[in-house]
Nanobody
Framework: QVQLVESGGGLVQAGGSLRLSCAAS????????MGWFRQAPGKEREFVAR????????YYADSVKGRFTISRDNAKNTVYLQMNSLKPEDTAIYYC??????????????WGQGTQVTVSS
C-alpha cells in the first residue's frame, strides 16, 4: 500500500518555474515506478513523465520534453517534477502515481489527490 500527497502547485506567469513534490508513505515506494500525469478542464488525464524505481530511467511526453525534469529521492520517499519555461497550456491538475514503468494511467495502482498548476499569459 502506498499513500501519495502532492504539493508545490500554484499560480505562475508564463516562462516561470515550479517544482512539484509527491511525498509517499508505505513500504513499497522504493520499488515502484512513479509517474506524473495532468488533467486540464474538459480533457482526459494525460501522461507527463515517469521514472523507474531506481531513478535510472526517465521518459517524458513530447509536450514537456526539455522543460520538465522528473527525479526521485528514495531515502526521502519523494518524487519531484521540476517545471521550467511554463506555458499557459501547462495549466492543469497534476497527479503523481505509483505503479509500473509505463505511460498508461490505467496500470498505476496508487494516486495522489492532485495539485493545481495555473500558468497565466
Amino acid at each position: 500500500q502506498v499513500q501519495l500527497v502532492e504539493s508545490g502547485g500554484g499560480l505562475v506567469q508564463a516562462g516561470g518555474s515550479l517544482r512539484l513534490s509527491c511525498a509517499a508513505s508505505g513500504r513499497t515506494f522504493s520499488s515502484a515506478a512513479m509517474g506524473w500525469f495532468r488533467q486540464a478542464p474538459g480533457k482526459e488525464r494525460e501522461f507527463v513523465a515517469r521514472i523507474s524505481w531506481s531513478g535510472g530511467r526517465t521518459y517524458y511526453a513530447d509536450s514537456v520534453k526539455g522543460r520538465f525534469t522528473i527525479s526521485r529521492d528514495n531515502a526521502k520517499n519523494t518524487v519531484y517534477l521540476q517545471m521550467n519555461s511554463l506555458k499557459p497550456e501547462d495549466t492543469a491538475i497534476y497527479y503523481c502515481a505509483a505503479g509500473r514503468y509505463t505511460s498508461s494511467p490505467n496500470v498505476y495502482d496508487y494516486w495522489g489527490q492532485g495539485t493545481q498548476v495555473t500558468v497565466s499569459s
